[in-house]
């Protein structure tokens, strides 16, 4: 029975993917139409669907420093280690293993995250990832900022512009709105609430199929080795430490220990390209490695969400 709900959610996630790479594959959409659905799902229907189902939580709840640190922890001890292996053994720069680095510890929250979690555990799994992904910017942002700031430039200041980029990110901004909205007590009007589900429905199905055909045609061939050892680490080693410690420091709810595993699990986001061309650096290999964790993570995710319902 685990196995037949696992796969009522994992098969048509992963086949909205598919079939966005066969609409690439057939023409049936060009590189601009990828790109208009990827803005369409990020900046309209993503926000709405995050706000919701945050705006329908408890708040108070977001203060889980115990949870923070614990997941925290295992991801900036991922993120160093991903670094020194881009170093000695890849003999990459400095800001081309901020990248490497990068690549190894950022899930794709918004395209397939909230979606999944959502999905598999209900709106109740809204908080703790929309806590993930505020506590990963903060972490993740900062330590980038150290590996790619420019001679001269220090990396608080480095940290600042990309804090203050990122603070325009929608899911960012619907995560703040929703848990104010949450905290105020307030109810949407009937007219205003059915438009933001209407248009949050459109949420899940969009992103994954633009997902799918942004990423048609990105190579893998080159570098396989850096490829390989980052897909690993992001969809094997990276959940599994996020297990351990929630496991060797109990006290976490169940339910917020499953979304933590889950998140980790994930395939690099496409947020990490972004950064990479932006500072130009491991831009190239940043996309295949976002493409082939995408395409292997259609295999480890589903066991990684059926070891989890067992917990």
Request: hydrophobic share 60%.
């Amino acid at each position: 029975m685990i196995m037949l709900e696992v796969l009522s959610l994992s098969v048509p996630f992963f086949a909205l993917i598919f079939l966005g790479l066969g609409a690439r594959l057939v023409s049936f959409c060009d590189e601009n139409g990828a790109r208009l659905l990827s803005q369409f799902a990020f900046f309209v229907a993503l926000p709405p669907f995050m706000f919701i189902n945050i705006a329908a939580s408890d708040a108070s709840q977001i203060l889980n420093w115990g949870f923070v640190w614990r997941y925290e922890s295992a991801t900036i001890i991922i993120f160093l280690l991903s670094a020194f292996i881009g170093r000695a053994f890849f003999k990459l720069t400095r800001a081309e293993t901020g990248i490497f680095g990068l690549n190894s510890v950022y899930p794709n929250y918004g395209y397939m995250g909230v979606p999944l979690a959502i999905l598999a555990f209900g709106e109740v799994a809204a908080l703790p990832m929309a806590l993930i992904l505020l506590a990963d910017t903060v972490v993740l942002l900062g330590l980038t900022s150290v590996f790619v700031s420019k001679e001269g430039q220090g990396g608080a200041d480095m940290f600042w512009q990309i804090i203050r980029t990122m603070m325009r990110n929608p899911l960012m901004i619907s995560v703040v709105a929703g848990l104010a909205f949450s905290a105020s007590g307030l109810t949407l009007p009937v007219v205003a609430d059915r438009f933001i589900h209407m248009l949050s429905g459109a949420a899940a199905p969009v992103a994954l199929f633009a997902l799918g055909a942004t990423l048609y045609g990105q190579p893998i061939r080159s570098a396989m080795l850096e490829l390989n050892t980052l897909t690993i680490i992001k969809l094997l080693i990276h959940p599994w430490l996020i297990a351990v410690l929630f496991i060797f420091f109990p006290g976490q709810d169940v339910l917020w220990i499953k979304v933590a595993i889950i998140s980790a699990c994930l395939p690099v986001a496409a947020n990490v390209f972004m950064l990479s061309h932006v500072y130009g650096a491991y831009s190239g290999r940043t996309a295949s490695t976002i493409f082939l964790s995408t395409m292997v993570a259609t295999l480890t995710v589903p066991v990684v969400l059926y070891l989890v319902f067992l917990l």
